[in-house]
């Protein structure tokens, strides 16, 4: 993708970022339908996976299979949190805290592997603790007899609109940091990274260094979308908090969308959003039939939605009709 | 304190001692990879400003040499030592912040993204050393300033072979490792090479260069190296290396 | 709680005969791994998936397990080779991340499916026989331990048997091998590949059986044996048969020994495979005989 031409349309589409963000601000204020909320609410959820998941792999290279690790830690940090006195507030930037210093933990041994090995290394980690939050229960009483799940204390009063505003934030929070990202020096040298690593190593990257960055904000972020999705559920057990989900949202996203370009998540959460709750009352065949959309979409357009609308020129006419825009704004 | 002074005065004229004669130090370094000795106990030093060429039958080890002074292998034994600074064991990248820059025997580049960026990379990252340098002034050395705002990956090998170069001059390196920079050039683009690395050399930079093509090679350098089956063999200027029996006996048997 | 030299022994044994199914299971992968270069992550679900079959052949026919292989084995043959042909040799014209990313859909509905047709809920193969053992001198064996080692080691050779003095063998090997050259050779790579997928399937669904009559078993109980398998192939070094049995036993020994030294617990049986392949993969993952 080439950063360099988005820079014209800067300040026109920040504007419209800008206006399309108060809109969905307002919803809650304005009367829109409670499952709309609900709806919405998911979708913000899934983005900042989406966005998050594309900066790995789409911009560093990182095919990181444990983004399940980084929303259960999240989720239960929070939860067994507000069982000592933790407001869900603190526990939910506590939780992706506890995320982010996963990733940093795992790291070190994690990005001495390389390729597939990365990939494998990355699965065993929601596995483990998986199993290891079977087992281990820190605070409150047994649950059948072993660990298990937590519910989530404190948060009956809080209303689903307040829900919907935290969500949003941090889906524009993920879609600002990618942003910032791509046209700061870390985005050249992540692509730098995905393309040629031996490359860029001699270029004088440090990739290690940059690999870390990229690892670090995703799993915050990521932490973040968990711990507000339990915030809302509310309650945790291993097999949901370290579920596959976790993976397969965000990759469906990514490959329906397209990745490796802003719009692709977006486009790709958005569907996968409406997927999920299109398919919801039929339990297991939901997971069946978004298993073959994704065997579908992966063999017959690789490239997703948003490099497909590429190939095709969609986007030489909104460009144009930005930049005719622009030209007008500057004359006034 | 006077022992201080006296150490000082040692390593200061140690340093100058070295900068008069060598930049770039190699001291018995030894490579081997599961049995296969790739490089055995070779010596040699690159003075600054000069031309050095790297010779050597097929499976000689150049490239492997290159690769060991870039920090992507670390040697078994031996010492390298740039600038006076000991960096056997630095990585690659730090060894690119202190002024070593290198290209691949077979284009590397930033595929996804544009000509210039690919310079950008090593610009932002690389050059640690203060000066910031005209990108366009090296794309216009190498010929690819109206590719500018190509894509890499849409490039032709010959163009990504120069990519190459104006990537490793980004950086603003003090020493260029070259690895067959005109492999696959026609009769009629030889000269252009030729006249770009006598501009690098202009520069002030210091260059090991590794070339097949024996026109580029003859003309280019001050004094050629040459190394067979991992060990140096002969070392001396390109009349006089033309002429040895060993270069000879290596090549043709 | 006291560990003694003969209590170690029936841990030891057991890790040892234990290390034949893991040997099964992991010979699918390792050889898709070695033909294609291609993890299919979706193995274990495919061997449950064989362990879900065998257990609906008995339930339906009354036969043993191993019967059910007689039908099991040349559909899951079929059913592999039309997978790789229609599915995953298209992805391979993309990119190898497509791939992985196809047979990670794959294995998506595989474990839908299992769910839908078989509920969530744990099961297992029951036969007169499972729960069997014999006394070796202090030591107690349970017959289907022994028999996934008699299990392990049969699928192990035959499988090199049939690389080594098959034409179809051979064309695999040259083909995992050397492609380019095995091409000119005449040999066509995309059926070599559906071939070799398709003989991972007729594996999977032994060890489905051999699993099957183990452990209980749910829809999402692949996941470990993927993990594992990996794990097995990976230690003993990739490419190497002798290599993959000694990491079957390894896998075997570390639950074994891990269930014994920790009294039972549950959690070190299950965490103790996953630790071993993160350190292996961290710090040598050329394996124990890899250079």
Known sequence: MVVRDKMKLLRLTTLVSVAVLVVLALFPLIGIPLSWLNYLFSFFIYLALANMWNLLAGYTGLICLCPAAFVGLAGYTMAIGTHVGVPFQVGLIAGAAVAALFALIISYPVFRMKGIYFAIGTLVLPEALKAWFNFWRPVGNEYQGMGAGYSVVGVAGITLGEKYWLALAIAAASIFVVHIILRARLGLGLTAIRDNENTAASSGVNIFRLKLSSFLIAAFIMGLAGAAYYIHVPSIQPKGGFNISWLLLPLMATVIGGEGSEEGPIIGAAIVTFLRFLLADYGAWSLFIQGIILVVVVVVMPQGIAGLLRRVGAYRFPQKLFQAAEGKIHKT | MVVKVLCDTIQRSKKVTMSETAVLSIDGVSKSFGGIHAIQNITFGVRAGEVLGLMGPNGAGKTTLLNLIAGVYRPDSGRILFEGRDITRYPPHKICHLGIARTYQIPQPFTSLLVQDNLMVAAKYGNKRGDTLELDEILDLVDLLKQKDTIAGDLATVSLKRLELARALASNPTLILLDEVAAGSTEAELPRILDITKQVRKMGKTIILVEHVMKVMVEAVDRIIVIDKGEKIAEGTPGEVMEDEKVLAAYFG | ?291
């Open chain 3, 1 to 291: 709680m006291e560990v003694s030299l003969v209590g170690l022994a029936s841990p030891i044994i057991r890790g040892i005969l234990l290390g034949g199914l893991y040997v099964v299971i992991a010979l699918g992968l390792s050889l898709i791994f070695g033909v294609m270069k291609l993890i299919n992550v979706a193995h274990g679900d495919l061997v449950i998936l064989g362990s879900y079959f065998a257990w609906a052949i008995m339930g339906w026919l009354g036969i043993d397990p191993f019967l059910s292989l007689v039908v099991g084995v040349p559909l899951f043959f079929i059913l592999g080779f039309f997978v790789q042909k229609f599915i995953i040799n298209r992805t391979f014209r993309i990119s190898l991340d497509a791939a992985l990313i196809a047979c990670f859909g794959i294995s998506i509905i595989v474990q839908s499916i299992c769910q839908i047709v078989w509920t969530p809920f744990n099961r297992s193969l029951t036969t007169s026989y499972q729960l069997q053992t014999f006394a070796v001198g202090p030591v107690i064996i349970s017959l289907r331990y022994l028999l996934n080692f008699i299990g392990g080691l049969t699928v192990m050779i035959a499988l090199r048997e049939f690389l080594r003095r098959t034409y179809l063998g051979k064309a695999i090997s040259a083909a995992s091998q050397n492609e380019p050259v095995a091409e000119r050779m005449g040999i066509n790579p995309n059926r070599t590949y559906s071939f070799a997928f398709a003989i991972a399937m007729a594996c999977a669904a032994v060890a489905g059986v051999l699993q099957g009559l183990t452990f209980y078993f749910s829809p999402t109980s692949g996941s470990p044996f993927l993990i594992i398998s990996f794990g097995v192939i990976i230690i003993g070094g990739l490419g190497s048969m002798a290599g993959t049995f000694i990491g079957g036993m390894i896998f075997g020994l570390t639950q074994t020994l891990g269930a014994y030294l920790s009294g039972g617990s549950m959690m070190v049986q299950m965490i103790a495979p996953y630790l071993l392949v993160f350190v292996v993969l961290a710090v040598r993952p050329q394996g124990i005989f890899g250079r």
